[in-house]
């Protein structure tokens, strides 16, 4: 099956606004085996979102827009859906009576224009909408949904699993498992599973994501044994660079590990400013093994809130194996992480390049240290310094449960 991606919004052409919706989105249709031919951005006006509809019509079985559901006076996206299909708008009144119950509930005064929000062609099939006001709508193979992210992840699963049974897509549930890698290339990892992938309907590819490369296997229910036996063999090929699967994450793993341990952690922070700290506090339930999490940017600081020597910083610098060091043993917790380096874009010497960057973990009484040179901008340097501290971490902490 093959369907089109229609994102509304002027904004999305003059660089106001960032599209990320389309990823989301190909990422679910690709679960249930529908392809994306194509997608087209298109400006707020009536005649270009119609152009638009009616090639998609014509060259696709399913026809998904995003943006241009709200109340305001560019929001036509219902509007133009109407006109093609030749579909009044209606007001369903159990649907103007839960949006006027949700803006009562968010304090919100209720005005006409916002009749708008629940307005749809004739006919068209609507799923709710719990993080939002809008709902999404699906008529005659096409599907609109708010522009906002969050609401478009809460409403497209609802969607796809309704038209896949509608459709019957599915003759046989689809089987995915995700494992999550961190610090090998894409065409290295490529190069070492691809040899497992012999038999036919069982697939894999590879989605570079901010936390890593995900390798995605993708087959049917009734193949799940044979996807798990590939994955047991990938785990005995790469398995160094494997540090989850599914909705594993580096920060979330490393909170797991930490409180099966019933240790607990802290960071000092030097060129990542706090970036750890903050990647640890996303998961919830951290405050159960997070001690504290400490910016040590200054040589003082260094000095005074870790008890790195003054001797140390001026012989090696704040950019060393030995400051670094000494930053880990300052921190009172069973595991601490600590980072100095130099993100740029100045800074740098031959001997000492921007980029480079020294990352510290302790677990109990023994130090570890990686001298690391990342490429990129300021914020690269600091985000990699960042992801590798976690990733390098989790590898120390599975090397000493082996250990045990």
């Given at each position: 099956?093959?369907?089109?991606?229609?994102?509304?919004g002027?904004?999305l052409?003059?660089g106001?606004?960032?599209?990320?919706?389309?990823?989301?989105?190909?990422?679910?249709?690709?679960?249930?085996?529908?392809?994306?031919?194509?997608?087209?951005?298109?400006?707020?006006?009536?005649?270009?979102?119609?152009?638009?509809?009616?090639?998609?019509?014509?060259?696709?079985?399913?026809?998904?827009?995003?943006?241009?559901?709200?109340?305001?006076?560019?929001?036509?996206?219902?509007?133009?859906?109407?006109?093609?299909?030749?579909?009044?708008l209606?007001?369903?009144?159990?649907?103007l009576?839960?949006?006027?119950?949700?803006?009562?509930?968010?304090?919100?005064?209720?005005?006409?224009?916002?009749?708008?929000?629940?307005?749809?062609p004739?006919?068209?099939?609507?799923?709710?909408?719990?993080?939002?006001?809008?709902?999404?709508?699906?008529?005659?193979?096409?599907?609109?949904?708010?522009g906002?992210?969050?609401?478009?992840?809460?409403?497209?699963?609802?969607?796809?699993?309704?038209y896949?049974?509608?459709?019957?897509?599915?003759?046989?549930?689809?089987?995915?498992?995700?494992?999550?890698?961190?610090?090998?290339?894409?065409?290295?990892?490529?190069?070492?599973?691809?040899?497992?992938?012999?038999?036919?309907?069982?697939?894999?590819?590879?989605?570079?994501?901010?936390?890593?490369?995900?390798?995605?296997?993708?087959?049917?229910?009734?193949?799940?044994?044979?996807v798990?036996?590939?994955?047991?063999?990938?785990?005995?090929?790469?398995?160094?660079?494997?540090?989850?699967?599914?909705?594993?994450?580096?920060?979330?793993?490393?909170v797991?590990?930490?409180?099966?341990?019933?240790?607990?952690?802290?960071?000092?922070?030097?060129?990542?400013?706090g970036?750890?700290?903050?990647?640890?506090v996303?998961?919830?339930?951290?405050?159960?093994v997070?001690?504290?999490g400490?910016?040590?940017?200054?040589?003082?600081?260094?000095?005074?809130?870790?008890?790195?020597?003054?001797?140390?910083?001026?012989?090696?610098?704040?950019?060393?194996?030995?400051?670094?060091?000494?930053?880990?043993?300052?921190?009172d917790?069973?595991?601490?992480i600590?980072?100095?380096?130099?993100?740029g874009?100045?800074?740098g010497?031959?001997?000492?390049?921007?980029?480079?960057?020294?990352?510290?973990?302790?677990?109990?009484?023994?130090?570890?240290?990686?001298?690391?040179?990342?490429?990129?901008?300021?914020?690269?340097?600091?985000?990699?310094?960042?992801?590798?501290?976690?990733?390098?971490?989790?590898?120390?902490?599975?090397?000493?449960?082996?250990?045990e």
């Amino acid at each position: 099956m093959k369907a089109a991606l229609i994102l509304v919004g002027t904004e999305l052409l003059n660089g106001g606004m960032l599209d990320t919706n389309s990823l989301y989105i190909a990422e679910e249709l690709n679960k249930y085996g529908i392809e994306i031919e194509f997608k087209i951005t298109v400006r707020d006006f009536m005649d270009e979102i119609l152009k638009t509809i009616d090639y998609a019509k014509k060259n696709v079985d399913l026809v998904i827009m995003s943006g241009g559901l709200g109340p305001t006076i560019d929001d036509i996206t219902k509007e133009a859906i109407g006109k093609y299909l030749n579909k009044p708008l209606i007001v369903e009144d159990n649907e103007l009576a839960e949006l006027k119950e949700k803006f009562k509930k968010a304090n919100i005064n209720f005005i006409k224009i916002n009749v708008k929000e629940v307005e749809k062609p004739q006919g068209a099939v609507s799923f709710k909408n719990d993080v939002g006001m809008a709902p999404a709508i699906y008529i005659d193979g096409i599907a609109a949904f708010p522009g906002v992210p969050r609401e478009l992840y809460n409403m497209f699963p609802k969607f796809i699993s309704w038209y896949s049974k509608e459709k019957k897509l599915l003759k046989d549930g689809i089987y995915i498992k995700d494992i999550l890698t961190f610090g090998m290339a894409e065409s290295l990892l490529d190069e070492s599973i691809r040899e497992f992938f012999t038999e036919d309907g069982i697939y894999y590819e590879f989605l570079v994501k901010n936390y890593g490369i995900l390798i995605r296997l993708q087959s049917t229910e009734s193949n799940k044994n044979k996807v798990e036996k590939i994955v047991e063999k990938i785990y005995n090929k790469i398995g160094v660079y494997i540090f989850g699967e599914d909705e594993d994450r580096l920060e979330k793993k490393v909170v797991q590990m930490v409180t099966d341990l019933g240790m607990n952690i802290s960071t000092a922070e030097s060129c990542t400013g706090g970036m750890i700290a903050s990647r640890l506090v996303d998961v919830p339930g951290v405050s159960s093994v997070l001690k504290e999490g400490v910016v040590t940017y200054s040589n003082e600081a260094k000095i005074k809130r870790l008890g790195v020597k003054k001797e140390t910083l001026e012989k090696y610098g704040a950019v060393s194996e030995e400051t670094v060091r000494e930053m880990v043993l300052g921190l009172d917790s069973d595991i601490a992480i600590a980072t100095t380096g130099i993100a740029g874009p100045d800074g740098g010497t031959q001997e000492k390049p921007v980029g480079l960057v020294y990352i510290g973990i302790r677990v109990k009484d023994k130090v570890y240290v990686e001298r690391k040179i990342f490429n990129g901008s300021r914020n690269k340097v600091r985000e990699r310094a960042m992801l590798q501290s976690l990733f390098s971490l989790i590898k120390i902490l599975k090397k000493g449960e082996s250990n045990e």
